[in-house]
């Protein structure tokens, strides 16, 4: 059965935005990420904390934080790879914080620069922090249905990463099919292992639309329980480490798939749009998401 309420984390800022190769104005950021929160999206990935020589994109994220005008309701997330990055985050008034692990031992050390194992006791320090500080944490886990360097990847790896993440205090994790190499197939059977230990509410899916199977995978998901979807506004995104990944699900398509679905999200699909062509003039790049063009030229 499917589920009939589905909550929506919008990671554009973010996940979309650390890929574009031009400077992005301040301005503009704040721009989107206040439309985003005005078309009624209250789950938003705002910025990154790593760090800014791996990720030039994401180097202002402290005064992406500082600037944005807080809409009562919307949670503002960034990423934390470490403790660093989640004082950073505390000091500008980030609402959660997530980390970040990978599937693939490959993935990890281009990634993060560090083993899978050594990468969970960086986020151990993280996750103490915030329930310290009572910041609630994601875990994300990226390649779970493929990797860019090593090809095939176990979902018993990535069962493990995931209990690891939650024993850590991770309300919730993201499986990212990273490069999008994902298939209805390879989405069943992966969610059938983890679904097998982990309780659906604790599992959200993060889409990449690389082979233009994201919204297949998404609705597989949801058939399997899954009510928590990742998306980028515009399918902004891609990932610096994954060359030739395309960019994520876009938002757009996702609410047109749900509202066709009759299952509730709370957000505006016109007003994402809008948001999505503006980011895209801004970038100067043209809309991937089918959904929006064919709104917006009607
Ligand atoms: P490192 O370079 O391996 O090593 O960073 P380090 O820890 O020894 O630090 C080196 C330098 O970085 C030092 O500065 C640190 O102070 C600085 P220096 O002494 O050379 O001047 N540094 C930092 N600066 C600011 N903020 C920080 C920070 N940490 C260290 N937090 C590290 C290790 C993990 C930080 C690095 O590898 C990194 O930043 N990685 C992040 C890469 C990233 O952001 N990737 C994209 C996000 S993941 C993704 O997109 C996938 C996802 O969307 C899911 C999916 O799509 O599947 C989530
Ligand atoms: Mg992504």
Redesign the pocket.
């Known amino acids: 059965v499917l589920p009939s309420r589905v909550s929506i984390v919008e990671?554009g800022p973010?996940?979309g935005l650390?890929n574009e190769p031009g400077k992005i104005a301040l301005a503009d950021k704040l721009t989107l990420i206040h439309q985003l929160a005005d078309a009624g999206l209250t789950r938003i990935e705002a910025g990154?904390?790593?760090?800014?020589?791996?990720?030039p994109q994401?180097a202002d994220s402290e005064a992406v934080f500082t600037g944005i005008n807080r809409r009562p309701g919307v949670r503002y997330s960034a990423?934390?790879?470490?403790l660093?990055?989640?004082e950073?985050a505390r000091a500008c008034g980030a609402d959660e914080v997530?980390i970040?692990a990978a599937a693939s031992e490959a993935f990890s050390q281009k990634?993060?620069?560090?083993s899978i194992e050594q990468?969970l006791e960086?986020f151990a320090e993280v996750a103490r922090a915030a329930r310290e500080h009572q910041i609630p944490l994601r875990g994300?886990?990226?390649?779970?249905l493929g990797c860019p360097y090593s090809g095939r990847v176990e979902p018993e790896l990535c069962r493990d990463v995931a209990q690891a993440l939650l024993e850590m205090g991770c309300y919730e994790i993201?499986l990212?099919?990273?490069i999008g190499t994902g298939t209805v197939a390879s989405t069943h059977a992966l969610l059938d292992n983890l679904l097998a230990d982990i309780k659906a509410d604790k599992l959200a899916v993060?889409m990449?639309d690389t082979y233009g199977q994201a919204l297949a995978n998404i609705y597989q998901s949801l058939q399997m329980g899954i009510a928590t979807i990742?998306t980028s506004v515009a399918g902004l995104?891609g990932?610096?480490?994954?060359r030739g990944?395309s960019g994520?699900v876009a938002t757009e398509d996702v609410l047109y798939l749900l509202n066709g679905l009759n299952i509730a999200h709370g957000v505006e699909l016109d007003k994402v749009a809008r948001a999505g062509a503006a980011i895209c003039k801004t970038l100067n790049k043209t809309n991937p998401s089918r959904a929006a063009v064919a709104l917006l030229n009607q």
Do not use: E
């Open positions: 990671v973010r996940d650390q990154a904390f790593v760090n800014p020589k791996w990720v994401m990423l934390t790879p470490n660093k990055g989640f950073r997530a970040f990634n993060l620069n560090c990468s960086k994300y886990i990226s390649c779970v993201s990212g099919d990273t993060h990449h990742d995104g990932c610096p480490y994954a990944a994520n």
